[in-house]
């Protein structure tokens, strides 16, 4: 028997396809369709959206799940539930797990454990080099094979140029994009915050933005070099943004992503030590903040990703020096982005959902991100308006290092839906 | 003084910069009080008797550590010592978990020396008991700029505004330093720092100081010079070249100290490497009051002792 799904009334903004109105929304077993029958809108399961947005299914492409090898801090369970919590229909995770996705043999663990325990699309990327040690490529083609969307030793840089350079061209010949974590490890021993007023404030080693601007101007020359996509992650500094969006004027195939930390909060927020603002990059200042959302606004950065890094509270409850880097964002970054794009004037609606639906989809060529007809029934819906109180402790991922805890934000999801069923409803998960 | 010490409402001395100028005068006063009391007395003082005080310094200290043990015991507390080799910190045990069997143990306060900026504030946020900053990594050293305040104060007059303080050296990674500049802006003194460039960025300008990059006008109308130990066992080798290039660039020799007013004096936290950032025929001069601060540390600390007690415990000012 057909599963048939009737969205009335929401106000369904689809920006690949341009629709921005009220409406309706169809999906007959699991697939977008333009209409049912008198017998299949009888049948169908109704879903009253008035007052809501209904988008496609948000995606994020930089998320770590922490499976294999560090599932007490996340895995691909907890991790797709605090995704379909968030919005998120479709996620892509990163290759640093224990042991990092250098070979075949884990991807297919991992694509294992999606099958089984996954209740959102999940994607899996693989390693540059093997054991992210930048020494040696990683078996590119034999990971493509096993279904990776892309390459990146994220959470490292390749420091060495020429395997930099190797990795980028033979990357290329299975179209498989490069995503890079900007950072040249010589400049950022020790540190732990951005280099700047507060780090000297503070007495805390600083990362200078220079480190990740070096890098970013290394992969505009490569990209340029060979025709190679190169995506640039979670982009934090002024410069940064301004090399990118130069090399794109010239046509160079490189693109970019914004956090929704490093658009809200500067590195000021470390001033009482508290780790769960110990992020890498690491926040930077109220220029660069600025500047990153000016990318994310004239499609510099033409997506937003959360780079959610789960650490147990108890590696967070330590030192500043000590704690681990990273903060959870599956849960908070819609209202968030919101917060700082959408509710501060800066965007409408539909720019920043085009930035986490069908733009994120298309820099690593996921199915996934728009409404069109034949496409999977992943939506989302949601109130922009409705005020939310975080409260990690609520969440549904394993980890609880969320630095708007506390905070009131605008932005409530009301419903996911992968594939035409319903994975959260507002409420709870509903996936079984 | 009782008033002083009743309008004293810190349980913990974290850092110089979030007390008031009102605060350091406060701990000044008690100091002077107390090394009055010393000169004429030196036996321990009853205060703290029966209270117990935790030297926690999981960072190598000798004078520091020494300092605060003998400020305790000429207040009559018991002081008890935990260093880095004998801390369960080193089996990997949380600063947390510390911290937590230091409260059972119960001890009345906590002086902390530690290598990770922050670790006295995120330590004070946790324990009931006044927690004291003896040093945290680059960050702040509290103690060390309120002996050193003091004793500019005995040397130059109890008011420091408009003098020059040059203080020369490791700025970058000295937590006696930022102190310092704290202190001094907040008492009204100029503050500029020289060094080479890697040790003493532009940016210290945003704390309200001067960086002079050329010695020879930074020290001029200096009233004070503070030399800064250069910690070349802490900094990697991209910040200079050798302790030989620094001694020849900026260590003070008698030529340089030429170019200083005749009455400034020479302070230095110590230890020094003599020969590097400080000639011997100066460091023991009497331009130089490196001891003076050394015996001024003891004053400055009890004050402090004293003071977070007190406020932890206000009968302690009846008693």
Redesign the interface.
């Known amino acids: 028997m057909s599963s048939i799904l009737w969205i009335k009334n929401g106000r369904v903004i689809d920006p690949a396809n341009k629709r921005d109105g009220t409406g309706d929304l169809y999906a007959r077993d699991g697939v977008i369709v333009d209409s049912l029958s008198e017998s299949e809108l009888k049948a169908a399961e109704v879903i009253d959206a008035q007052g809501a947005v209904v988008c496609p299914g948000l995606v994020d492409i930089h998320v770590h799940l922490r499976e294999p090898g560090q599932t007490h801090k996340e895995d691909i369970a907890s991790g797709t539930r605090a995704a379909a919590a968030g919005g998120f229909t479709t996620i892509v995770c990163m290759p640093n797990t224990s042991p990092v996705g250098d070979n075949p043999g884990t991807i297919r663990r991992i694509n294992d454990s999606i099958t089984r325990n996954a209740i959102v699309n999940v994607y899996p990327t693989g390693c540059l080099t093997v054991e992210m040690k930048g020494e040696q490529l990683a078996p590119i083609g034999s990971l493509k094979n096993e279904g990776i969307v892309a390459v990146t030793d994220d959470g490292l840089c390749v420091q060495n140029n020429e395997i930099m350079r190797r990795a980028v061209e033979y990357a290329r010949m299975f179209d498989l994009p490069v995503m890079d974590h900007c950072q040249d490890a010589s400049m950022t021993q020790g540190a732990v915050m951005n280099e700047g007023y507060w780090s000297l404030k503070l007495g805390l080693k600083g990362w200078p933005s220079a480190a990740e601007d070096l890098i970013i101007a290394r992969n505009v020359v490569f990209s340029r070099q060979f025709d190679a996509h190169i995506h640039m992650q979670h982009v934090s500094s002024a410069y940064g943004v301004d090399i990118i969006r130069r090399a794109k004027k010239r046509g160079i195939r490189v693109s970019g992503e914004a956090t929704p930390h490093h658009m809200y909060f500067t590195d000021e927020c470390c001033k009482d030590y508290d780790p769960v603002f110990k992020m890498n990059p690491p926040l930077r200042t109220e220029e660069d903040r600025q500047a990153v959302i000016e990318g994310v606004l004239d499609g510099t950065l033409e997506v937003i990703a959360t780079d959610h890094a789960p650490h147990t509270a108890d590696e967070k409850d330590n030192e500043f020096d000590i704690a681990p880097f990273g903060i959870i964002g599956l849960e908070t970054a819609l209202a968030a982005s919101l917060e700082v794009l959408v509710h501060s004037g800066r965007c409408d609606l539909s720019f920043l959902i085009a930035r986490m639906t069908h733009m994120a989809a298309e820099i690593l060529n996921l199915p996934a991100g728009t409404l069109s007809t034949g496409a999977k029934a992943d939506i989302t819906l949601f109130d922009p308006d409705a005020e939310i109180v975080v409260d990690p402790d609520q969440f549904h991922g394993k980890s609880t290092n969320c630095p708007w805890n506390g905070k009131r934000l605008k932005g409530k999801v009301l419903r996911t839906i992968v594939a035409g069923k319903t994975v959260w409803d507002g409420n709870q998960i509903t996936a079984q | 003084m009782n008033e002083l010490i009743a309008n004293w409402t810190r349980k913990d001395l974290i850092s110089i910069?979030s007390l008031t100028r009102e605060e350091i005068d406060t701990v000044h006063a008690l100091a002077k009080h107390f090394k009055e009391i010393m000169a004429t007395n030196p036996a321990s003082l009853p205060s703290l008797r029966g209270r117990t005080i935790l030297n926690l310094f999981i960072e190598p200290s000798t004078r520091t550590r020494i300092a605060f043990e003998i400020a305790a015991k000429r207040l009559g507390a018991d002081v008890t010592l935990v260093e880095q080799a004998a801390s369960s910190l080193t089996k990997g045990e949380?600063?947390?978990d510390t911290a937590q069997v230091v409260e059972a143990l119960q001890a009345d306060t906590v002086v902390l020396r530690?290598?990770?900026?922050?670790?006295p504030?995120?330590l004070s946020k946790i324990l009931n008991v006044p927690v004291i900053n003896a040093g945290?990594?680059?960050?702040?050293h509290p103690t060390q700029a309120l002996l050193d305040t003091f004793t500019m104060r005995e040397k130059l007059g109890q008011s420091l505004e408009g003098k020059k303080i040059t203080i020369l050296g490791d700025i970058?990674f000295s937590?006696v330093a930022?102190s310092n500049i704290f202190a001094l802006n907040k008492l009204g003194a100029s503050v500029t720092l020289s060094g080479p460039a890697t040790l003493v960025?532009d940016?210290?300008r945003?704390?309200g100081v001067e960086v002079d990059l050329d010695l020879k006008s930074a020290l001029a109308d200096a009233d004070v010079v503070m030399l800064l130990r250069i910690q070349h066992e802490r900094q990697?080798s991209t910040h200079f070249p050798s302790l030989g290039e620094y001694k020849s660039l900026y260590g003070l020799n008698q030529e340089r100290a030429s170019w200083l007013k005749p009455d400034a004096i020479i302070m230095h936290p110590g230890p020094v490497n003599r020969g590097v950032e400080l000639d011997s025929s100066l460091a023991d001069s009497n331009r130089s009051v490196i001891l003076q601060q050394v015996a001024n540390g003891i004053f400055n600390r009890m004050a402090v002792i004293y003071l977070c007690m007190a406020a932890n415990n206000k009968n302690l000012i009846s008693e």
């Open positions: 910069e949380s600063l947390r530690h290598s990770a900026a922050g670790s504030l995120y945290d990594g680059a960050h702040e970058l937590r930022r960025p940016g210290f945003q704390l990697t």
